[in-house]
């Protein structure tokens, strides 16, 4: 039977890099670093291969950009009760925000 609250919650579901893939259930308020300990302290069995030694090298891919850390489910207007997918990734470090638009590209020499 589905409660209100299930409806009110954020299903993801979890891909890593070698295809294993794992639903779990967060709330609109939970944010990238909330999501990524919560699975760390709940890795799931059959994941064992891809363990990590701490939940800060884990990232989450939405849409082809790296969530950083503390924008949560609710700012990305996921659809509560729907199951969204996400890419997990170990990766010490991430690009800064929006870096890719910083960058200036010189248009190439006209050929005459």
Do not use: C, Y
């Amino acid at each position: 039977m589905t409660t209100q609250r299930d409806l009110d919650m954020v299903h993801l579901r979890l891909i890593l890099v070698s295809g294993k893939t794992q639903d779990f259930t967060f709330s609109p308020n939970d944010s990238a670093t909330d999501i990524a300990k919560h699975v760390f302290d709940n890795w799931p069995a059959g994941w064992e291969e891809e363990q990590v030694s701490s939940p800060s090298i884990l990232r989450l891919i939405f849409q082809g950009r790296f969530l950083h850390g503390n924008v949560t489910l609710g700012a990305l207007k996921l659809p509560p009760g729907r199951t969204t997918v996400m890419h997990l990734v170990a990766r010490e470090t991430l690009p800064e925000p929006n870096s890719h638009d910083e960058q200036t590209l010189t248009p190439p020499e006209p050929r005459w």
